[in-house]
């Protein structure tokens, strides 16, 4: 028996034995795919999906938030400015003081870097009730470009391996349904794709609004959450 053997005989019963069921796992930037398959006659169906943005803290805020002022101290990275900012209770740019040691902290135990997770379905938007959530908190990380488009732009959030950077982001994002009236710009030209073209619609708006060459707009949420431009970072 060869393995050049098993491949054949694998590739013949790949050949002949229909196929009653497919998935194509296209992941991110697959509007292409969604494409071809609507001009191939393929019928498709829109599910809702959720829109938003990322929002970073200082990591030291949501270590307070989290676990007081008495034990947030405790969160120990290893990390000097992170540690030290940690402990103050501020961001700053200084290599800070080494509070590794557990005499230099309130409490001699360590706590892991905190992280949240928010959630309603009563967000009112002026109009209805949405969903509106956090995703995908990354805690001692930062936030990164996930743009596949020179003309658009949109981002991501990770954490780093030891959670000792500085900042924590995640997503806040409200849901949006396939028969959502935010879409009904959308329908007539692009069909079942609405929402494909509407989120490809909002990546271009952040590119024009950074000044182009993948430059992210940005605003203190403090000024989001009132409705006005911010002038400052």
């Known amino acids: 028996f060869y393995l050049s053997d098993f491949f054949t005989w694998y590739m013949f019963i790949l050949l002949i034995v229909p196929i009653y069921g497919q998935v194509l796992a296209t992941g991110h930037s697959s509007r292409d795919m969604y494409s071809a398959l609507a001009e191939a006659g393929v019928v498709m169906e829109a599910k809702g999906f959720a829109v938003g943005f990322r929002v970073e803290h200082p990591q030291s805020v949501i270590n307070a938030i989290q676990y007081g002022a008495e034990w947030s101290p405790s969160v120990v990275t ?3 400015a992170t540690d030290a900012a940690n402990v103050s209770g501020r961001v700053n740019d200084g290599e800070g003081d080494d509070i590794s040691g557990k005499e230099d902290r309130p409490h001699p135990g360590r706590l892991p870097v905190a992280s949240y997770r928010l959630a309603t379905d009563k967000a009112f938007d002026g109009d209805e009730n949405r969903g509106a959530y ?3 908190m990354c805690p001692g990380g930062q936030i990164v470009p996930a743009s596949t488009n020179p003309d658009e732009v949109c981002v991501n959030g990770m954490s780093f391996s030891n959670r000792d950077s500085k900042w924590a982001n995640s997503a806040l994002v409200v849901t949006v349904d396939p028969d959502d009236a935010v879409l009904d710009p959308y ?18 708006r952040a590119s024009e609004m950074g000044g182009g060459r ?16 911010s002038v400052s970072a």
Request: hydrophobic share 40%; with cysteine.
């Open 134 to 136: 956090s995703f995908c």
């Open 78 to 80: 290893g990390r000097k």
């Open 187 to 204: 329908r007539k030209k692009h069909g079942v794709l609405a929402g494909v073209a509407f989120q490809q619609h909002m990546e271009r």
């Open 214 to 229: 993948l430059v992210v707009p940005v605003q203190r949420l403090t000024d989001f959450c009132d409705g006005i431009p």
